[in-house]
């Protein structure tokens, strides 16, 4: 979560600001976001490790509606960090990088269009991961 804080806060912001031209921010960006996709998957199987582990390690009351409700956290939070991580920004970025001079493309192409409602709902998905994430620290 703090890395997704840190890229969306920070990063972003800066590189959209300082880069010559808002499609070398957007390449540029985009290259940190492969990464930083593959970096969520992981922490995001740590997290399922690790939670598992503790439930059963701490012998949890699943009837427990603060448990539960953390499991549900946690559940909602890793399907929207697969579906932005794992779908939705890959597809996205193989978008961008197969189209030739895409920056160029004019706001009607179909690509670019695709891009753009990708782009949001990966960002829309991620935002919910960050309030699931913060709901099941909250339960925990």
């Given at each position: 979560?703090?890395?997704?804080f840190?890229?969306?806060?920070?990063?972003?912001p800066?590189?959209?600001r300082?880069?010559r031209s808002?499609?070398e921010?957007?390449?540029v960006?985009?290259?940190?976001?492969?990464?930083f996709d593959?970096?969520a998957v992981l922490?995001l199987l740590l997290?399922v490790?690790t939670?598992?582990?503790?439930?059963?390690l701490?012998?949890?009351?699943?009837h427990?509606w603060?448990?539960?409700?953390?499991?549900?956290?946690l559940?909602?939070?890793?399907a929207a960090?697969?579906?932005?991580?794992?779908?939705?920004?890959?597809?996205a970025?193989?978008?961008?990088k197969s189209t030739p001079?895409?920056?160029?493309?004019?706001?009607?192409?179909?690509?670019?269009?695709?891009?753009r409602?990708?782009?949001?709902?990966?960002?829309r998905a991620?935002?919910?991961?960050m309030?699931f994430?913060?709901?099941?620290?909250?339960?925990?």
């Amino acid at each position: 979560m703090g890395g997704g804080f840190a890229l969306g806060a920070l990063v972003a912001p800066t590189l959209f600001r300082t880069l010559r031209s808002r499609g070398e921010a957007g390449t540029v960006f985009g290259a940190i976001l492969g990464r930083f996709d593959s970096v969520a998957v992981l922490a995001l199987l740590l997290v399922v490790v690790t939670a598992i582990l503790r439930a059963r390690l701490a012998d949890e009351d699943p009837h427990d509606w603060r448990i539960l409700a953390r499991w549900v956290a946690l559940a909602l939070m890793g399907a929207a960090t697969l579906y932005a991580s794992a779908w939705a920004s890959p597809v996205a970025r193989g978008i961008r990088k197969s189209t030739p001079a895409f920056d160029d493309l004019p706001e009607s192409d179909v690509r670019r269009q695709e891009f753009r409602r990708l782009h949001r709902l990966s960002t829309r998905a991620f935002s919910f991961a960050m309030l699931f994430g913060i709901i099941a620290m909250y339960f925990s």
